[in-house]
């Protein structure tokens, strides 16, 4: 693709509307640390900071926050500050951070699993642990980054509770439901919010390509569909000239993200 406009861009990928979708969360945030785990969602935060979003605090992956927007995988140029780990948790405990995180279990409330799979006494397998995911959901908004959409990921009840789902922070009252909030859920299939009278998993959005019977059968709880669902949104030729040969010059969202 050339950036001066004069050859015809290659047309979106899946990957190309994941990355658009997860930059799409930060709309509007203002200044907070972005805390995009995964490829495609750091591609997203980059992105949108350099589009829509220019208040957006970045960091090294680390614990450096950084002034300019280097390629996936590129050293910072620009250095604007030291982040240590007291610093983040204040910023966390605070509010001040959008966190993307991955899930290897989320139900239809939104509760999320990082820690096993199976029995707690025997699980089946161990992952990452609990980790910083209570905390997370607590004091900050939590969105969630599914590269693999199936019934293996969006199960009906999660083995272990470690981000918290809108009933469980509705259980445990007003003191975990003040900053609690989950604005997006983002797959390789489309968008879910949880804008429902119930709080549940909707389907906000398909990517193109993608049925809703596709979703359907790809989730293992009743998921809302409105009776119109929108395809998520196009990027424009500067956010793919961004991607393509700014962001990720490489091509690693095409490993995440497969068409």
Same mark, same amino acid.
């Given at each position: 693709?050339?950036?001066?406009? /004069? ?9 190309? %509307? ?11 945030? $203002?200044?907070? #640390?972005?805390?995009?785990? $995964?490829?495609?969602?750091? &591609? ?6 350099? /589009?829509?979003?220019? !208040?957006?605090?970045? /960091? ?5 926050? &950084? ?8 050293? +910072? ?23 993307? *995180?991955?899930?290897?279990? #989320? ?6 699993? &990082? ?28 969105? %969630?980054?599914? +590269? ?17 789902? %809108? !009933? ?5 009252? +007003?003191?975990? /439901?003040?900053?609690?909030? &989950? ?5 390789? #299939? ?10 549940? *998993? ?28 929108? %395809? ?7 956010? #793919? ?6 962001? !990720? ?11």
């Amino acid at each position: 693709m050339s950036g001066t406009g /004069t050859t015809t861009a290659a047309p979106a990928t899946r990957a190309e %509307y994941c990355v658009v979708a997860c930059a799409e969360a930060w709309r509007g945030a $203002g200044e907070v #640390l972005a805390s995009p785990m $995964g490829t495609v969602p750091t &591609i997203g935060a980059r992105l949108a900071r350099l /589009t829509f979003a220019p !208040d957006l605090l970045l /960091t090294d992956g680390e614990a450096l926050l &950084i002034g300019d927007v280097p390629a996936v995988g590129a050293a +910072p140029r620009v250095v604007e500050g030291w982040l240590p780990y007291r610093q983040h948790l204040a910023l966390v405990a605070t509010g001040r951070r959008h966190v993307m *995180m991955g899930a290897s279990q #989320l139900d239809r409330y939104g509760n999320q699993n &990082i820690s096993c799979v199976g029995d707690w006494e025997r699980p089946r397998r161990q992952l990452l642990g609990v980790r910083g995911a209570p905390v997370n959901t607590l004091n900050n908004p939590t969105s %969630y980054w599914v +590269p693999k959409h199936s019934t293996r990921v969006f199960v009906e009840r999660v083995d272990m509770v470690c981000g918290v789902g %809108y !009933d469980r922070a509705a259980a445990a009252g +007003p003191s975990a /439901t003040r900053f609690h909030r &989950i604005p997006d859920v983002i797959s390789d #299939l489309g968008v879910f919010d949880f804008e429902t009278p119930d709080r549940t *998993m909707r389907l906000r959005s398909l990517h193109p390509g993608v049925t809703v019977e596709q979703v359907v059968e790809s989730t293992g709880f009743a998921l809302a569909v409105p009776s119109e669902v929108p %395809y998520t949104r196009e990027p424009t030729a500067e956010e #793919l000239r961004l991607i393509r040969e700014e962001i !990720d010059p490489k091509g690693l969202r095409d490993r995440e993200v497969r068409a």
